[in-house]
């Protein structure tokens, strides 16, 4: 069983051996560049007026602000396509159309985001993704443990918070709904805590909230384990759900902003950014251009990259700011970077609700301190592929920049990012593993040696020799997966983050 992060390291390491180039993109619409020319060598690029109103996070990503002629766009050799012509999958038609009917080329995010999330075949919208079965595993398939230790954040922070009667439990992109089982399940008999909890989904694929559904033993309230209406003549839905894995109650939504406001709050996001689209931009002797992806010249070849003409209204906004926050060094060495104005939308977000209801949030992924670089990749049944290969059917998904959200948090604290090894260590994880594995057959403990291995081992497995398969025992994640905390700033520093 390969999981995600192994695959990823090993494409870090080809990626490395190749020296390939970034890319860049942003999150506007083009709009036909009929009507616009350009001479030769001269970029035909006419950037529109970009309202103060999308200035900053706190506005939605703009739109209709910039027109790119292709005759002044430049091909990136590296990132063209992939080792052979792209699967022509229905979103690869999709998207075909889509750049076909703007005149133009569309940002790496648009394309992120019409890969991942939209409804009709978007990756995570149709199909259980996950597990030895789907495309990559993440740690609350790997060990139950995981999911126990941020119910122990979660209480812990909790008696921070001043042990409240009424708490919504939030978790971003629950995926299966594991970490919340086990959560609930491992916070079950501490019913000072768990009976004041009522989660919340944010999940935006209703194929994985029917399995979240199943996986937290949700029934209908009066016990119905089918969607009841509200009486017989009225077609409205009641859909009031418990879980009965500890009687508290569950409700879904498509994103944060629905979750009722005026509770104290504890918000879960485990892999739920790295999902999130991001714009990719590059140096180049025309100064920083924005990555667009683009049909290629030969129909059959799919889609390619290619580099903006010149500054986009998204360099202009997003790689401006981010570089505002960067170092004299990165600044110098810089060529590639990415920026996910969502994940710091989301971020600010955050701080607002824990600043102002109280609470917290733990985000946990795979990232760094500093500015991305070029990180995106696409993983399909455990295998790397191109990322502009078989769009829809792999998983595509990008380092965290935590420096970036650091940045975005207002009326509340923050802290970290620390490696999972540190967090899961200070949460007493090595101690859950010795009581599961003193009532453990020999299976069932070399199955949670190797779990708890997985989650804070760094690195290959140190017990592999020369020999052996390495894809057997993939490295563990210990110190490539980080955590960071948003808290309110009346209660100090959480458990793990002292
Ligand atoms: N947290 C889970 C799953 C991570 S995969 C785990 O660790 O196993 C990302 C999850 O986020 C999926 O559930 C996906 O459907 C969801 N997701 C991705 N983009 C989203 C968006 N924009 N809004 C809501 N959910 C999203």
């Not at 035909?44 to 990503?61: K, M, N, R, T, Y």
């Not at 209703?206 to 996986?215: C, F, G, N, V």
């Amino acid at each position: 069983m390969a999981s995600r992060l192994f695959l990823r390291s090993a494409l870090s390491l080809r990626r490395a051996s190749r020296c390939a180039s970034s890319s860049s993109s942003s999150s506007f619409r083009f709009v036909s560049s009929s009507g616009f020319c350009s001479s030769s060598g001269t970029p035909g690029f006419h950037p529109l007026p970009v309202s103060d109103a999308a200035v900053g996070i706190e506005q939605p990503a703009p739109e209709s602000s910039l027109v790119v002629d292709r005759s002044g766009l430049f091909n990136t050799p590296e990132h063209s396509h992939g080792p052979g012509p792209s699967e022509e999958t229905p979103m690869a038609k999709h998207l075909k159309a889509l750049i076909r009917f703007r005149g133009g080329p569309i940002t790496v995010a648009e394309y992120m985001e019409e890969v991942l999330t939209n409804p009709n075949a978007g990756f995570y919208m149709n199909r259980d993704v996950f597990g030895t079965h789907g495309d990559f595993v993440t740690s609350p398939d790997i060990s139950q443990m995981f999911g126990e230790m941020v119910g122990v954040w979660s209480m812990c922070l909790w008696h921070q918070m001043g042990q409240p009667e009424a708490v919504n439990i939030i978790e971003l992109g629950p995926g299966r709904g594991t970490l919340m089982a086990d959560l609930l399940r491992g916070t079950a008999k501490f019913k000072d805590f768990s009976q004041t909890l009522s989660v919340h989904l944010v999940e935006c694929s209703p194929a994985l909230r029917k399995i979240q559904h199943e996986t937290l033993k949700c029934v209908y309230k009066g016990g119905a384990e089918e969607k009841p209406t509200a009486d017989g003549q009225n077609s409205e839905v009641v859909d009031d759900r418990i879980s009965q894995i500890s009687g508290v109650p569950v409700a879904w939504h498509f994103d944060l902003d629905q979750v009722p406001r005026g509770v104290p709050t504890i918000i879960i996001a485990h892999e739920f950014y790295d999902a999130l689209p991001i714009h990719q931009f590059q140096k180049s002797p025309r100064g920083w251009c924005e990555k667009l992806v683009d049909v290629a010249e030969d129909d059959c070849q799919g889609l390619r990259f290619v580099l903006s003409p010149g500054p986009t209204a998204a360099s202009k906004l997003f790689l401006t700011r981010r570089m505002k926050w960067a170092s004299l060094q990165e600044k110098a060495e810089i060529e590639h970077v990415e920026v996910c104005p969502q994940a710091m939308k989301v971020t600010a977000d955050i701080a607002k609700r824990v600043g102002g209801d109280g609470g917290g949030a733990l985000i946990v992924d795979y990232g760094d301190s500093k500015i991305v670089s070029d990180s995106l990749q696409a993983i399909k049944k455990h295998e790397f592929v191109h990322v502009l290969d078989s769009p829809g059917n792999a998983d595509l998904s990008a380092y965290v920049d935590f420096a970036a959200l650091k940045h975005v948090v207002e009326d509340a604290a923050v802290y970290g990012p620390i490696t999972q090894s540190q967090f899961l260590g200070a949460l007493g994880i090595n101690f859950r593993l010795e009581s599961l594995v003193q009532n453990a057959t020999d299976e069932q403990a070399e199955a949670l040696q190797l779990g708890y291995w997985r989650l804070v081992g760094d690195g290959p497995a140190p017990w592999l020799d020369s020999d052996d398969d390495v894809n057997r025992v993939p490295p563990g994640m210990g110190s490539r997966y980080k955590a960071l905390v948003v808290v309110n700033d009346k209660y100090g520093a959480p458990v793990g983050f002292q």
